[in-house]
C-alpha cells in the first residue's frame, strides 16, 4: 500500500473548495481517517480498505456494524464493495479478495476527497476505487472501475447491526405481485412469487424488514433504503452514476436487503448499479444520511 502525497485526480471537481479534511487517527488499532461534517463524523479504516463509522458527531454512536477485530471474514463491517453480479463469480462465494480482504494499493486525500485505490482485480474484473467526500450532511460514497474484460455492476453494501429495522416501498406488479422479489440465497432461488416472509411487516407500501435468525434475501426497486436504531435514522440513497449500461441484472430489483442467520447477526443495506460495459470507465455513488428522531 502506497500513501502518495497530494495531487489532482480526475474527480476532484465533485468536491468543493471549502470541503471537510480528512484527518489522520488510529481506529481499533488500525490506521484510519476521520471527518466530520454538518452533525455528522465518518471514519474510514485503511487496513479495512472501507468507511467503518457513520454517525452523530461528538458521540460514540455508530449506525454501521463494526466488529473491533477482523476474526470472521465474513463480518468484518461497514462498507462492502463488491463487483458483480455475483453468479458470476467462481463458486459464487467468496468475494474477490481485492474487492473485500485487502488493504487499498494507493490511498490520497486532498481537498475534502479521500480516494482508496484498491489492488487489481482478478479474472477480468475491472479495478476498483473507492472515493469519500461530504456534500453537507451527506457522506458520498463513489466506487469507479476501470480496464477489465468483462461486464460489471457495482454491488454497494452496509453492514448494519441486526438490531436495525428497515423500511421500504413496494408496489404491485402483473409479473412481481408482492412488488418485490426474493433473491437467490442460502434460503432458496429467485422467486417472483413466494410465501410473506417471517421478516416482513406490510402497512400499506410500507414493508419493514426485522432480523429474525433466519437467511432472507429481498430485491426492491431502485430507492432509498431507511434503517432505525436506538434514536437514530440512516438513510442509504442512490448517487449519481455514469458509465455504458449493457444489462439489468435481478430484473433492475436493484435496491436490496440480505438479514442473516442468527450466529453471525448482521443486516446488510444494499444498492446495486446496472451492469456497466467492459473496458469503459464507470462510476456508482451511494449517499449516506443520519437523522435524530
Known sequence: MKFLAPLAVMCAGWVSAGATE???????????????????????????????????????????????????????????????????????????????????AKVTSEGGLLRFVMPESPDGWPRLTRTYHWAGAELICGAEASGGTRPAQFIHILQVPASMEVKTEVHPESDFPAGYVRLTSTAGPFATRFAPPPHATLAGSTLTLRHTGAVGKFGFRPQPLIGTLGGFSLRVARGTQTGAVVGEPDEGFHTQVYLSEEHEAFVELEELSPLFAPGSPARFELVLSGARL
Open 22 to 104: 480528512w484527518q489522520p487517527v488510529t481506529w481499533h488499532g488500525e490506521p484510519a481517517f476521520a471527518s466530520a461534517s454538518a452533525g455528522w463524523r465518518a471514519v474510514v479504516s485503511v487496513t479495512r480498505g472501507r468507511l467503518m463509522h457513520f454517525g452523530p458527531d461528538g458521540q460514540d454512536t455508530n449506525l454501521l456494524l463494526a466488529p473491533a477485530t477482523r476474526a470472521n471474514r465474513n463480518r468484518l463491517g461497514g462498507h462492502r464493495l463488491w463487483l458483480g453480479p455475483q453468479t458470476s463469480w467462481k463458486g459464487f462465494w467468496p468475494p474477490a479478495s481485492a474487492w473485500e480482504y485487502e488493504e487499498p
